[in-house]
């Protein structure tokens, strides 16, 4: 079959229903926490015990002014630093300079 292309409908597939899986709208959007250093960790804890969270994580904030956790998407921004705006959530994700 060279040179066709198939395309794959989940709602007949598996019903009508699964298309309907999480509406867009029920999402939070991350945590964004403000910081005064450039390092920091995450372990996904805040609001519940750090057993329930993950490995804790160090992180360094860059040029960018802001560095985003790999395994909860939490926001760490740099306070007074060039990502220190508004609009900090519409940026894209910076999850580098993790280290365990």
Do not use: N
């Not at 904030?61 to 609009?87: K, N």
């Amino acid at each position: 079959m060279q040179g066709t292309t198939a395309t794959f409908d989940v709602a007949a597939y598996c019903g009508a229903a699964s298309a309907l899986l999480i509406p867009p709208a029920m999402i939070q959007p991350p945590e964004i926490l403000r910081v005064s250093k450039t390092r920091v960790s995450c372990d996904g804890s805040g609001d519940i015990p750090a057993a329930l969270g993950h490995p804790r994580i160090f992180l360094e904030i860059d040029e960018h002014g802001y560095v985003d956790c790999g395994y909860c998407d939490r926001r760490f921004v740099l306070m007074g630093g060039v990502a220190d705006t508004a609009d900090i959530g519409d940026k894209p994700d910076i999850a580098s300079g993790a280290s365990l």
